[in-house]
């Protein structure tokens, strides 16, 4: 005859786990709202957009950062970075500076927020000006590896419609392939007007960069650059 259900217990097999969030969430910020003496109370937040979608996250955001411009502290416990970067960037366009701490090893520190907010892109290109300039050492290994990343990132950025149909190996071995066989195509160009020697450029950087990071690299890896 069936499994008979409470009426009032029917919400638990009713909703996901985010609507059960989002539903204890709209309580809390209810409740809090309209608090007539919200300036002194410190407000926590305990991972707050566990199982929401994409509009619940901003929403979600929306209300953390009209409840700050009112409390006396908020707080906002996270470990989804992307969230956090997006809070931080939605408080500071009301005059709000947030204070950012990460655990590290279970110790609580200052966290730069706007370093880690940078594409790995940036950051890499970064870190292999600073080593060519002498302000930064790196070894041989860690070298190719940034070179071959900035690498693949930057074409994948520049000339991605190249590249549709490598799916997941879109790497720079098989890009560097693809280019070739645009080599004439029109829509191709590159800041130096001679491509094939761009090409066979990155044909050595791609040698040079081996098997220090990809293994699905077309040519062989060479250790002797001298």
């Known amino acids: 005859e069936g499994y008979e259900v409470n009426p009032l217990q029917k919400v638990k097999h009713i909703l996901s786990?985010?609507?059960?969030?989002?539903?204890?969430?709209?309580?809390?910020?209810?409740?809090?709202?309209?608090?007539?003496?919200?300036?002194?109370?410190?407000?926590?937040?305990?991972?707050?957009?566990?199982?929401?979608?994409?509009?619940?996250?901003?929403?979600?955001i929306e209300f953390i950062k009209l409840l700050s411009q009112r409390a006396k502290q908020t707080i906002i416990l996270?470990?989804?970075?992307?969230?956090?970067?997006?809070?931080?960037?939605?408080?500071?366009?009301?005059?709000?500076?947030?204070?950012c701490l990460r655990v590290i090893n279970g110790k609580i520190k200052e966290w730069d927020i706007n370093e880690d907010k940078k594409h790995p892109f940036f950051k890499n290109i970064l870190k292999l000006e600073a080593f060519v300039s002498g302000q930064e050492e790196i070894n041989l290994d860690e070298a190719r590896r940034l070179i071959?990343?900035?690498?693949?990132?930057?074409?994948?950025?520049?000339?991605?419609?190249?590249?549709?149909?490598?799916?997941?190996?879109?790497?720079?071995g098989t890009m560097i392939k693809k280019l070739k066989e645009f080599k004439d195509d029109q829509r191709l160009k590159f800041k130096y007007s001679d491509k094939e020697e761009?090409?066979?450029?990155?044909?050595?950087?791609?040698?040079?960069?081996?098997?220090?990071?990809?293994?699905?690299?077309?040519?062989?890896?060479?250790?002797d650059y001298t």
């Open 17 to 60: 786990g985010g609507d059960k969030n989002a539903l204890a969430l709209a309580f809390f910020l209810a409740k809090i709202i309209v608090d007539e003496d919200i300036e002194s109370k410190i407000i926590i937040f305990d991972d707050p957009i566990s199982s929401f979608d994409y509009n619940r996250k901003r929403r979600t």
């Open 78 to 99: 996270t470990h989804i970075n992307t969230f956090a970067f997006e809070l931080y960037d939605s408080l500071k366009e009301v005059g709000i500076n947030p204070k």
């Open 148 to 172: 071959r990343i900035c690498l693949e990132d930057k074409l994948k950025f520049n000339y991605f419609q190249f590249f549709k149909e490598l799916g997941d190996e879109c790497w720079l």
């Open 198 to 223: 761009v090409i066979n450029e990155l044909e050595n950087l791609c040698d040079f960069s081996g098997s220090s990071h990809h293994s699905n690299i077309t040519i062989q890896h060479r250790t």
